[in-house]
């Protein structure tokens, strides 16, 4: 089981060593070449493939060269003394260190957040193994222009964001030629895929061989369900549901059962999707069929093919209205009506027995993408609920994975997508009805959201109270007081 957002860390890292070319080539040979490396999340792994290569001068240059997601390093530095690894990095998620010991084609250690500001609380061990069965036979020029020929005909914008795709190549391919290692290599490319300014377009390779650097753990031997979707009563009146993915499948639908059959009577409920990266439509459809009494559109999907069909340059040129409609909670289910018809109005709604009626609150923060992002504005425009929280990344479109020469793999945004009103997430995110800052060590959105509830009591459930709006109005809550 991985962790969707940490499915993007980066350690690209420089570790000081010896001037001397002795201890330069000695340490190459206990370091350099790829790693398949997992590291343990409190209730999954990540694992990745990283290439460390040790330079003449006895610097040592390490990637990661699996998938990064929204995840990116600003700084990171490290050294080598005998076998002992250390390493530190700035990333976007805060900064992180890393120790570890190396044994021969092994490697063991711990990682773990650093600063009072960073926002990563967990910490665990990380593992490694030394990749002798990976050999690439494809010269790096074949391997760029059968992953440009992929992004050439699938890429969701049919004008690639206004980037001419002819230029990017004479720019980008003897630089790729010239590669003198894989992550070298997968530098350029990203440089290159970043130009396109766009989300769920990646490069990467995938870890093989992982299976015996995983541990035994009773909190990661849970199904992915009950990982990723829990509940409890915060308070006689509050219940609160926790989605850390949106996964797929029977079971996932029958767990949002469960969840609003023992919360569905509450007056008031939070639902927490704050670091959710996204996923498929199960949970989302079923949370939609508790929210909305009768069906009602959420969102609408097109593929390079709907719009040659609908003799459109862009979705914006498109009538939402004139598109037939998929209600449906499989995700292999849209792809089939999709490859079909090439553009979908996505409904949900009315099939719940017993509809929520209480007020909602939905926890948002910086790192929710894709579908989490869709859910919570289909909230925010519908009024289904209120955001509380901070700005969503701006990371929503429609991805699948190719196959790349030389046992790389591409993912490519393939759909893209509007709320019902016409609404662009991508790039844009959604932003909260109230916002909160984040303080470390203090969940400060749910104390707020709490804070909202109360403050949105009924009046007849409280005496002097104010109405429900004062708490976005200034003005309204003096006017109030008065």
């Known amino acids: 089981m991985k962790v969707s957002f940490f499915v993007s860390i980066c350690f690209a890292v420089i570790l000081a ?33 990283i290439e460390f290569i040790v330079e003449a ?31 530190s990095a700035r990333t976007s998620y805060g900064k992180l260190k890393l120790s570890a010991t190396l044994n021969g084609d092994s490697l063991n250690g711990k990682w773990s957040p650093t600063g009072f500001f960073s926002p990563l609380f967990f910490k665990g061990e990380v593992r490694g193994l030394r990749d002798k069965t990976y ?12 992953l440009l020929s992929q992004i050439e005909r699938n890429f969701y914008s049919p004008d690639f ?12 391919r003897p630089l790729a030629a010239a590669a003198r ?3 070298e290599f997968l530098t350029i490319v990203r440089k290159m895929l970043a130009e ?55 079971q996932i639908v029958e767990r949002v059962d469960k969840a609003f059959a023992e919360l569905g009577d509450l007056p008031a409920l939070v639902i927490d999707v704050r670091g959710n990266g996204g996923g498929t439509l199960s949970a989302a459809m079923r949370i939609g069929d508790y929210l909305f009494t009768e069906t009602r559109p959420v969102g609408y999907l097109v593929d390079r093919l709907g719009l040659a069909r609908l003799n459109a340059r862009s979705i ?20 089939r009506e999709m490859e079909r018809t090439g553009a979908l109005m996505v409904t949900t709604g009315g099939r719940a027995g017993k509809p929520y009626r209480g007020r909602l609150v939905v926890l948002i923060d910086e790192y929710c993408d894709s579908m989490t992002e869709a859910f919570v504005s289909v909230v925010k425009e519908t009024r289904a609920g209120t955001l509380i929280g ?30 019902p009103k016409r609404v662009r997430v991508e790039g844009v995110g959604v932003g909260p009805d109230v916002f909160v800052k984040y303080r470390q060590g203090k969940d400060v959105d749910l104390a707020a959201a709490l804070r909202f509830l109360k403050m949105s009591e009924p009046a007849t459930k409280r005496q002097g109270s104010l109405p429900w709006w004062s708490v976005f109005s200034p003005t309204a809550r003096a006017e109030a007081g008065n």
């Open 17 to 49: 060593g010896s001037p001397v070319v002795a201890q330069a080539k000695a340490r190459s040979n206990v370091l350099s070449g790829r790693w398949n490396v997992v590291f343990d999340m409190g209730e999954g792994y990540y694992e990745t493939p």
């Open 57 to 87: 001068n006895g610097d040592v240059v390490g990637t990661v060269l699996g998938q990064l997601g929204t995840f990116r390093i600003e700084e990171a530095t490290g050294r080598l003394e005998g076998n002992k690894l250390t390493m």
């Open 135 to 146: 050999v690439s036979s494809k010269p790096r020029q074949v391997i760029f222009d059968s």
């Open 161 to 172: 964001n206004g980037v001419d795709l002819d230029a990017l190549r004479q720019r980008y």
């Open 181 to 183: 290692c894989d992550g």
């Open 196 to 250: 396109l300014h766009s989300s769920h377009l990646e490069f990467f390779a995938e870890a093989t061989g992982t299976g015996e650097l995983y541990k035994a753990n009773p909190r990661q031997a849970r199904s992915a369900e009950a990982a990723h979707i829990r509940w409890k009563k915060l308070t006689p009146a509050v219940g609160y549901l926790l989605i850390e993915s949106f996964d797929s499948g029977p």
């Open 316 to 335: 914006d040129g498109i009538d939402p209205a004139t598109l037939p409609t998929f209600n449906g909670y499989d995700p292999d289910e849209l792809g």
């Open 390 to 419: 901070r700005h969503t990344s701006g990371a929503m479109l429609g991805a699948t994975t190719f196959a790349v020469e030389g046992g790389w793999t591409l993912m490519i945004p393939v759909w893209d997508f509007r709320t």
